[in-house]
């Protein structure tokens, strides 16, 4: 069984960065660890996956470029970078995990199992 807990949400201007940190007790090679988000009103969204053995990753279309997903299987930390930070991208972040295979990854909610509790994140113009 996977344990995860994100940190590091925050308010943050326009353009501006911050980083969300993801640990995942349990954490194996091989598991698929996902960031997902929910704004006020709609659907949770898949925003970047990696796969925790050969760093395989995927993207939601609206953050490429701008969002960097990466892991450190050691210290059983996943983490997500996000930079140029725009105003929808506001929302609750939610770290999830999946006990699946190399070199599964996927953006979508229903193939994930453990989640966070979620933090907040919020950019203002």
């Known amino acids: 069984q996977l344990h995860v807990v994100e940190s590091g949400g925050g308010l943050v201007q326009l353009g501006g960065s911050l980083g969300l940190s993801c640990e995942v007790s349990g954490l194996m090679d091989g598991d698929v660890i996902g960031w997902f988000r929910q704004a006020p009103g709609k659907e949770r969204q898949g925003v970047s996956t990696i796969n925790t053995r050969g760093g395989r990753t995927m993207y939601l279309d609206s953050v490429k470029g701008r969002f960097t997903i990466s892991r450190d299987n050691a210290k059983k930390m996943v983490y997500l970078q996000m930079n140029n930070l725009k105003p929808e991208d506001t929302a609750v972040y939610y770290c999830?995990?999946?006990?699946?295979?190399?070199?599964?990854?996927?953006?979508?909610?229903?193939?994930?199992?453990?989640w966070g509790q979620g933090t907040r994140v919020t950019v203002s113009s």
């Open positions: 999830a995990a999946a006990r699946r295979w190399y070199p599964f990854v996927s953006l979508s909610v229903g193939d994930y199992y453990y």
